[in-house]
Nanobody, 118 residues
Framework: QVQLVESGGGLVQPGGSLRLSCAAS????????MAWYRQAPGKQRELVAS???????NYAGSVKGRFTISRDNTKTTVYLQMSSLKPEDTAVYYC????????????WGQGTQVTVSS
């Protein structure tokens, strides 16, 4: 079992920056593939970025070059640095942890609201 606690959401003006954090605790949390998803009102949840325990990362095309995903040295905290934010980035952002071998071991955080508006 892995527990995820997110923080860092809020209101920011277009062009601004925000950093989200997700702290993972539980058995073997450091080996999980960590990711950020987001869901805007009336839209499906979509993958924003992911990072493997070895550091390999992937990004959605809409955020590439603006967002950076990273993990701390313990590999149990994942960050999403968001820059050049746009109104269309407004959504609830969810942290996700997926076991690299066992697909049933999939966990979600409670979500944190990010609002980009002037």
């Amino acid at each position: 079992q892995v527990q995820l606690v997110e923080s860092g959401g809020g209101l920011v003006q277009p062009g601004g920056s925000l950093r989200l954090s997700c702290a993972a605790s539980g058995s073997s949390a450091s080996i999980y593939v960590m990711a950020w998803y987001r869901q805007a009102p009336g839209k499906q949840r979509e993958l924003v970025a992911s990072i493997h325990s070895g550091g390999t990362s992937n990004y959605a095309g809409s955020v590439k070059g603006r967002f950076t995903i990273s993990r701390d040295n313990t590999k149990t905290t994942v960050y999403l640095q968001m820059s050049s934010l746009k109104p269309e980035d407004t959504a609830v952002y969810y942290c996700n942890a997926a076991h690299p071998l066992f697909s049933e071991k999939l966990y979600w955080g409670q979500g944190t609201q990010v609002t980009v508006s002037s």
